[in-house]
């Protein structure tokens, strides 16, 4: 060899390349890579040979379209994020490719779906749909942009990205760097062109799938049905512990409109109806009410100071309507408004906030909140301003960097449907719709969800307790929490007042009405005097006690008769400005004078037991009295 270095040069490179030839060979033989175009959107997988001559998927997929690649493989994956916070990789298992989409399947039931699609300037865009494993709450896709196209972050979830072909539009929930993330709540990403001359309004939402009024109705139905169904199967499983006060008083209002109310009660067990979950919210229906208005106080409490921050943030607080019209006539509240509504930049929270307000109060005092009107179409656009619409659902940016959650959603498009109404405004009401439709629909919402969005979407159940503001003696406001259909509370003749009652008959209830002058135990229940008795929800009839101190009566009401009526005598005549509708007052029955009435302790269920109290003696009656003086 070493008298023949030339033989020996080409011997060695044959040899060399014969050896390289083979490895790619072998290299090709046992890999392949699958490429596929549609249309403008191009995707390629590979394949591995098996033992047996089969093939699987490698875990590498890539997918292009219009200068954007998404591409990962075992050195790059797409992860997962746990309930732990902590990311792990997926493995592709499988791909569907359709006529305009492709979609891959991950381990965990994740799977990603690219599809193409006309956006609304007739030119194709991508609709990116990602969904995260069971036990996971994002999944993150990487990303490339093409280098001769540059990109400007307008938000935490929008991307500009400019090219000699025009401006694209990138919306998702979220991204990184280099990696888009998915939630289950927020799986849709779109790469469109984007007009910059064209704003999104509300008009664009003009009759799309979900805008309708019947729409929302089915979806509301199918929402409350699973609430019945999802806390009675945790009642059957005595899981009664992981159901909040609210989960119960959702569900004993939805049963009740069912015409199962004494069935909601008797199926709560004691434990809850005893027990230190509840509060001033679910008394209605459960009695304990003087233990119950200490949290009843302590809300009261809350709210007044609140409103003294003069904040826009307020009006985002629930049940606040009732309290501003409660205190309508106190300074704070005054101050409340008028800040307000010389305020500008509001979040759209916010702005749905004042916009709920404004239409819960319209009707009731119009004077009171006139001032705001001066902000409303401020409102409306700052709630405009933060929508975007993609594959007809339409989202609601919270801020810079966060969207609304469900409840934010279903309150802000609340809001807009009412405004909408008000104004006889179409396209407001369907805007609205679309929110509430777009939030909920296809959602898997929990209890604790569907507890909290039910007073908002099921407005007409009575049975879900509320405020019932009935009038003011001077500046006081005399107001009910209750859950009957309807409290009037007239002064008729100028010393006694008259509160009557519409509740189902046989049914009973318990109310909280306060701002009540003390009458000094002359009080009329079903046509006989009543005297007080602090064991008076135990008795299996109607009964009360009042609080001086708070001026606060505590009813128990068993109806003998739908319209229940209850008549309190003043030693002196007193001057009510009343918010009933006299021409739907019952006329007064003539006043009978029987003797006063206790009731005994009841053997069974007050709602369906029907004993008549006995008479009581006058050593009980002078009982009675100084129980009263004291309370």
């Not at 067990?269 to 509840?278: I, T, V």
């Not at 406001?477 to 009037?488: G, Q, Y």
């Not at 008795?539 to 109806?559: A, D, E, M, P, T």
Request: hydrophobic letters at 35%.
């Amino acid at each position: 060899m070493r008298k023949h270095p030339v033989r020996k040069f080409f011997g060695l490179t044959l040899l060399y390349s014969a050896i390289i030839v083979g490895i790619f060979v072998i290299q090709f033989k046992s890999n392949s890579v699958f490429s596929k175009s549609l249309g403008d959107l191009n995707f390629s997988i590979s394949q591995i040979q098996t033992e047996n001559n089969g093939t699987s998927l490698k875990n590498q997929i890539k997918v292009s379209f219009k200068g954007i690649t998404f591409s990962a493989d075992d050195k790059n994956p797409i992860t997962a994020k746990d309930s732990n916070g902590n990311l792990r990789p997926l493995f592709l298992e499988s791909y569907e490719e359709l006529t305009d989409s492709v979609e891959f399947s991950f381990n965990g039931g994740a799977h990603i779906m690219f599809r193409q699609i006309q956006d609304e300037e007739n030119s194709t865009a991508l609709s990116i749909l990602a969904v995260p494993p069971e036990n996971c709450t994002e999944i993150f896709l990487p990303y490339k942009i093409a280098q001769t196209y540059s990109t400007e972050n307008v938000s935490p979830a929008n991307i500009l990205v400019t090219s000699k072909d025009g401006i694209f539009s990138f919306t998702s929930h979220r991204f990184s760097t280099e990696k888009i993330a998915f939630t289950k709540t927020d799986s849709a990403a779109q790469y469109s062109h984007y007009n910059p001359t064209k704003k999104f309004t509300f008009d664009l939402v003009a009759d799309l799938k979900g805008t309708s009024d019947s729409e929302i109705r089915e979806l509301t139905t199918k929402i409350r049905y699973s609430l019945v169904e999802k806390i009675q199967s945790a009642l059957a499983q005595a899981k009664i512990d992981s159901l909040s006060e609210t989960d119960i008083t959702a569900y004993v209002a939805e049963l009740a409109s069912q015409g199962k109310y004494n069935q909601a009660i008797d199926s709560i067990p004691d434990s809850f109806k005893k027990g230190n979950k509840r509060t001033y919210i679910s008394s209605p229906y459960f009695d304990n009410l003087l233990s119950m208005s200490r949290s009843l106080s302590v809300q009261t409490e809350k709210y007044a100071s609140l409103v003294q921050s003069n904040s826009a943030e307020v009006f985002t607080v629930e049940g606040i309507s009732d309290y501003i019209l409660r205190e309508k006539k106190s300074s704070a509240i005054k101050n409340l408004i008028e800040t307000v509504s010389k305020a500008s930049g509001f979040s759209p929270f916010q702005a749905a906030g004042i916009i709920s307000v404004y239409t819960n109060l319209k009707a009731k005092d119009s004077a009171l909140v006139q001032p705001l009107e001066a902000v409303i179409e401020t409102c409306v656009n700052s709630i405009q301003e933060n929508c975007k619409i993609e594959n007809g659902i339409l989202k609601v940016q919270k801020d810079a960097e966060n969207s609304m959650d469900i409840y934010e959603m279903v309150f802000t498009g609340d809001a807009l449907q009412k405004l909408g109404i008000l104004q006889e405004n179409k396209i407001l009401v369907q805007a609205g719709n679309l929110i509430i439709y777009s939030s909920l629909s296809g959602a898997d919402t929990s209890i604790r969800t569907i507890a909290n969005i039910y007073p908002i979407i099921v407005k007409s159940n009575y049975f879900y307790p509320h405020t019932e503001i009935l009038g003011w003696y001077g500046n006081t406001c005399v107001w009910a929490w209750t859950c009957a259909k309807s409290i009037f509370y007239t002064q008729e003749p100028a010393n006694t007042a008259n509160i009557f009652i519409d509740f189902p008959l046989s049914l009973t209830h318990y109310i909280m009405l306060n701002g009540i002058p003390n009458f000094h135990g002359k009080i009329e229940i079903q046509s006989q005097m009543f005297r007080t008795d602090p064991r008076f929800e135990t008795y299996n009839s109607s009964g009360y006690v009042y609080q001086n101190s708070s001026r606060s009566l505590f009813i128990k009401s068993r109806h003998k008769s739908k319209m229940e009526l209850i008549r309190l005598f003043y030693d002196e005549p007193r001057t009510f400005e009343t918010t009933a509708d006299l021409s739907k007052v019952p006329p007064l029955p003539k006043p009978p004078a029987p003797e006063p009435k206790k009731t005994e302790p009841e053997t069974q269920n007050s709602v369906s037991a029907e004993e008549n109290p006995p008479e009581l003696s006058n050593s009980e009656s002078s009982t009675a009295n100084l129980i009263s003086e004291e309370q």
